[in-house]
């Protein structure tokens, strides 16, 4: 025990009693025990009281770390400072025999310095010759004799460690009972306790599902909302109610629903917030931010049309949310938002069309010759099995969507016989979903077929063989032309010797997006080798839709005449405008009546009178009328008179007679009749004296009364042309009947030699009406039966009106040509050939007809007399006035003027022709 | 009423003409066979109209011989070459531009012509 070093030898201590050292041994394990349990106490009662002042404040309120790591290092520091240092002091501090001396003095001072004084006699260094060793030993005994009387373990110093092992006790019972009851806020709050930087979350009782309450939350910029707030599962407890607020507004309470969720319906918001959230014991805080919410920046659809179309796939535009596309198509809808997108959905639902055509069942004229029919019904059936399939309409479903940053894509969809629509929503990254949903409505729609289209010509038209139509087609499809061009098909209504002419022309050639097609068409007959018949002309115009085939216009009637039939329409037209003139000329006249009455039962003041003056007035309309009606008269005349220059078959006096009245007509149109108006209007002028207006009136009779002779000249011109014309018309339609006539024979005796077009069986001996005629012929025969009869009746107008003609005029030729036609009992006689030929006497019917053809021209040659080489030439009725002879040449400038226009429509024609030659070659 | 006359009647004449459009050439090539064929229905054709041109020829001498105002047979005088021209072209089955344009020009000289005879 004693291990004070000391150069004294061990020999000369005198140790102290050995009864005293057990004595102190125990007194000093005594302290030690004692002071080591206290020491320990208090370190375990630091610890568990700072656990247990964490897990009993976290019951109203989650600590910071902060303060969770100040209140553990004031746990742990009664362990880790105290204990030590409680040791050191009691342990370490009471080592030694003198340092419990005095310990033990403070309790028992007198033992305790006597313990001290031995203690100290024990390492005392002296001589011997100074010192007694026995003294020493003596006294040492004496203490120690002293000592053992004592209770050493009273001198020991005041002692805790029951307290704090009680207080441990009280403590540990406490953290017990707390697990017992509540062994997850136990266990979060040791967590808490022990790691007081980690993230592990505060234990409430009530807990909220913070992973489905986003932080923080977006919400659409002052629109009301409904923040929802879920408690978990596992939640120990879900109060009835809980409350929440905005910032600093109003509580707002909202109750438990069934689904364990809480649901504030909060006002609209504009500024950043939080929401306070209370229940039971948790409380939470979310950060509010106010947004826009996404809205849609453009809306367009990605169109493949069909294949066939060859065309680029195009974009539309789909702001409206319309689209209006073909069937067949491929459609992909794109948006583009205002903000980044986060998920979207696009439902497709159609529905069925109200109306159901089959395709193209309106399509006219698909087929032109029997195979392409089969070729068309082939394509018919195709064409009902794809539609059966097409008009399958598809479930409802959801579009797969391709979503990048703010655009949003969805799959192709195939357009068929059906509409649908295809509502779309949205959502942002921040998780607020578009106002509305955007409605994207398809109207699938057929491909049309296309429009053709004949413009500026009548419907009906009388031209010659050598003249040129010109007028505009023009085609319209709503995808692409493949070609445009004309078409024609004639018909001929008499027997003649020509065909019936059929044929057609590219002009243009398209492109899959051409979708207006026009070009001007020059179209002379004789270009095309077509004789006089009746054709029927018409644009055609094809699409690129398959099986579709080629699309006519309406049609028009040209009628290309003979230069008889021509003159017969010019003398027919003629005959209206004389009717028109004498209709013009009765008005003047009965004009003129009025206004010389007026002349003669008035005085001058009364003609200034109200009632006189509105007769006036009146007189001036009808002049007006007229005049007008001149003019109109003299535009027919002008269209008569080219018409006739064309024809050719007039002769320079009737021409010259025509050309007197036309130009008559035209100074009485544009002159005469409006100076008469003229003077009828000054006569009314409310300033003129009484005198000057019955000068006026008289000078308008005097005018009127040259413009009624000068009508009346007008007229006998004209009717003197007119006859002429219809002299030379007998010429005309003699030699028409004899044309007629001559035709029949040509195709009698066509068909007998076995030249007809698809006759098998001869004609020869054939009963009509029976197995023996061939159909062809008995078709044939019906017609020239028909032929012949209109040639009779013909006939027989020209007879009558030669008697009525010559009763007229009294001109010798025409009563010799109408008694040789009564001699002849010609229109008996074209009866019988009539029955004959319904009878199929075949060759008897020819050779008759090709008599009475050759008789026919034999009259008309008579009636035209001796010619004098037509043509440009002239000079027939030469030896005239000079104003004849100009006349003349301006007739022949006329016709040359004419001729060369028709040429070089003839020309113009050609050149299309070859054009469109090298067009239809073309590669498609 | 003699001047007006005439310049009504060859004015009548020459409101029908209508005046040659440029030909649009966008032709593109065909077979040789089919070239072949389709040129022979169109020389047929145009040989049609070189007679009858030839015929207008002979019109317009014809009528040349019976004037004697110096400027009227000029202008007959061209519209003869022009017309021997132009058939010789439609002989040649040439039915492009040019021939047409000389057929214009044939109108309008003889147009002119009337205008100088009625002066």
């Not at chain 1, 007008?628 to 024809?647: G, S, Y």
Request: no cysteine.
């Amino acid at each position: 025990m004693s291990d004070n070093p000391s150069s004294t030898s061990k020999k000369d201590q005198i140790p102290i009693p050995e009864d005293l050292r057990k004595q102190l041994a125990e007194f000093q394990r005594a302290l030690w025990r004692i002071k080591i349990t206290e020491a320990v106490l208090a370190g375990i009662f630091g610890l568990i009281i700072s656990f247990l002042l964490v897990f009993l404040l976290e019951r109203f309120f989650p600590i910071p770390p902060i303060f969770r790591l100040a209140i553990l290092l004031a746990g742990t520091s009664l362990a880790a400072i105290f204990a030590p240092y409680w040791v050191r002091h009691w342990v370490y501090g009471h080592r030694r025999e003198e340092q419990l001396a005095r310990l033990i003095s403070q309790k028992f001072p007198k033992l305790g310095d006597r313990l001290l004084g031995i203690v100290e006699l024990q390492d005392q260094h002296e001589t011997r010759e100074a010192l007694s060793p026995e003294l020493r030993e003596a006294a040492m005994i004496h203490v120690a004799n002293q000592a053992a009387k004592r209770d050493m373990t009273e001198a020991l110093p005041y002692s805790r460690h029951k307290k704090l092992a009680i207080g441990v006790g009280a403590a540990v019972t406490a953290v017990i009972l707390g697990f017992a009851m509540a062994p997850k806020a136990g266990n979060n709050a040791l967590k808490r306790w022990i790691m007081p930087l980690s993230d592990t979350e505060h234990y409430t009782f009530t807990q909220f599902d913070t992973s489905q309450m986003p932080d923080p939350l977006v919400v659409p910029l002052g629109e009301a909302f409904t923040f929802s707030a879920p408690l978990k599962s596992n939640s120990d407890e879900k109060p009835e109610t809980a409350r929440a607020r905005y910032n600093e507004q109003d509580w707002v309470e909202a109750t438990l629903s069934e689904d364990n969720t809480y649901r504030f319906d909060f006002t609209g918001q504009e500024v950043r917030g939080k929401i306070s959230l209370e229940a039971g014991d948790a409380s939470l805080s979310i950060n509010v931010s106010p947004n826009i919410r996404p809205e849609v920046n453009s809306f367009e659809a990605l169109v493949t049309l069909p294949d066939y179309l060859q065309l680029e796939p195009r974009n539309v535009d789909l702001r409206t949310g319309s689209l209006n596309a073909l069937e067949g198509s491929k459609v992909i809808l794109k948006g583009s938002f205002t903000r980044e997108i986060e998920s979207a959905t696009a439902h497709f639902s159609a529905e069925a069309l109200e109306e159901f055509e089959p395709v193209d069942a309106a399509a006219p004229l698909e087929a032109e010759t029997p195979d392409q029919l089969a070729e068309a019904e082939e394509k018919a059936k195709a064409d009902e099995k794809a539609l059966a399939n097409a008009t399958e309409i598809p479930a409802p479903r959801d579009l797969k969507l391709n979503i990048e940053g703010q655009s949003v894509s969805t799959e192709a969809i195939e357009l068929g016989e059906f509409h649908a629509s295809i509502p779309f929503t949205w959502k942002d990254v921040m998780g607020l979903e578009g106002a509305d949903s955007f409605k994207v409505g398809i109207e699938t729609s057929k491909d049309m077929a296309p429009s053709a289209y004949i413009q500026g010509i009548e419907r009906n038209i009388i031209i010659l063989p050598e003249e040129t139509l010109e007028f505009q087609i023009l085609s319209e499809d709503d995808f692409g032309l493949q070609e445009i061009g004309i078409a024609w098909e004639g018909e001929v209504t008499k027997a003649t010797e020509g065909k019936p002419a059929n044929g057609s022309l590219i002009l243009q050639k398209g492109s899959p997006s051409s979708t207006r097609l026009s070009d001007e068409v020059i179209f002379s007959p004789q270009t095309y080798g077509i004789t006089p018949q009746k054709i029927q002309l018409m644009a055609y115009t094809m699409d690129y839709k398959i099986g579709r085939g080629i699309i006519f216009s309406e049609p028009i009637n040209v009628y290309i005449l003979t230069r008889e039939e021509h003159a017969q329409i010019l003398k027919s037209r003629f005959d209206r405008i004389i009717s028109e003139l004498e209709d013009a000329a009765r008005k003047e006249l009965a004009n003129l009546d009025l206004n010389e009455r007026l002349d003669k039962t008035q005085s001058a003041e009364e003609l200034q009178n109200d009632e006189n003056q509105q007769k006036l007035a009146k007189a001036q309309e009808e002049e007006a009328k007229n005049a007008e009606k001149m003019k109109e008269i003299a535009k027919k005349m002008e269209e008569v008179f080219k018409d006739a220059a064309r024809n050719g078959e007039l002769d320079d006096k009737t021409m010259k007679d025509m050309a007197d009245a036309m130009q008559n007509m035209k100074e009485l149109g544009e002159e005469d009749l409006p100076e008469v108006e003229s003077k009828l209007g000054e006569a009314q002028d409310q300033k003129s004296t009484p005198e000057k207006t019955e000068s006026d009136l008289k000078e308008a009779i005097e005018k009127q009364k040259e413009a009624v002779k000068k009508m009346q000249e007008t007229i006998e011109k004209t009717n003197q042309a007119n006859e002429n014309f219809e002299a030379s018309t007998f010429v005309n339609r003699l030699k028409k009947a004899s044309t007629d006539e001559s035709g029949i024979s040509t195709s009698l005796q066509s068909a007998f030699r076995g030249e007809t077009e698809n006759a098998v069986l001869p004609i020869l001996g054939a009963a009509p009406n029976s197995d023996d005629i061939d159909p062809v012929h008995s078709r044939l025969l019906t017609e020239l039966s028909k032929t012949q009869r209109n040639t009779t009746s013909d006939v027989r107008w020209i007879q009558e009106d030669l008697e009525r003609f010559h009763a007229r005029t009294q001109k010798p030729i025409h009563k010799e040509i109408y008694e040789a036609m009564s001699k002849s009992l010609i229109d008996e006689n074209l009866e019988r050939l009539r029955e004959m030929i319904t009878k199929n006497r075949t060759f008897t019917s020819a050779r008759l007809s090709n008599e009475w053809a050759a008789t026919l021209k034999s009259w008309a040659d008579k009636l035209e007399g001796p010619k004098d080489d037509g043509g440009g030439g002239g000079g027939g009725g030469g030896g005239g006035s000079p104003e004849d002879e100009d006349f003349e040449f301006m007739l022949k400038v006329m016709r040359m003027v004419q001729a060369e226009q028709d040429i070089r429509a003839r020309t113009r024609s050609l050149e299309q022709m070859l054009r469109s030659l090298k067009l239809s070659k073309q590669e498609p | 009423m003699k001047q007006t006359l005439l310049t009504a009647l060859a004015s009548a004449g020459l409101l029908m003409a209508g005046f040659a459009d440029p030909v649009k050439e966008e032709a593109k090539k065909p077979t040789e066979a089919e070239k072949a064929k389709a040129l022979v229905k169109h020389q047929e054709g145009s040989e049609k109209v070189s007679i009858d041109q030839d015929k207008q020829a002979a019109n317009a001498q014809e009528l040349l011989a019976e004037q004697t105002n110096p400027q009227v047979i000029a202008l007959l005088n061209e519209v003869e070459i022009l017309m021997a021209q132009a058939t010789d072209r439609l002989e040649d089955a040439d039915t492009d531009g040019d021939t047409i344009a000389m057929q214009t020009e044939i109108i309008e000289k003889i147009y002119e012509a009337a205008k100088a005879k009625g002066n």
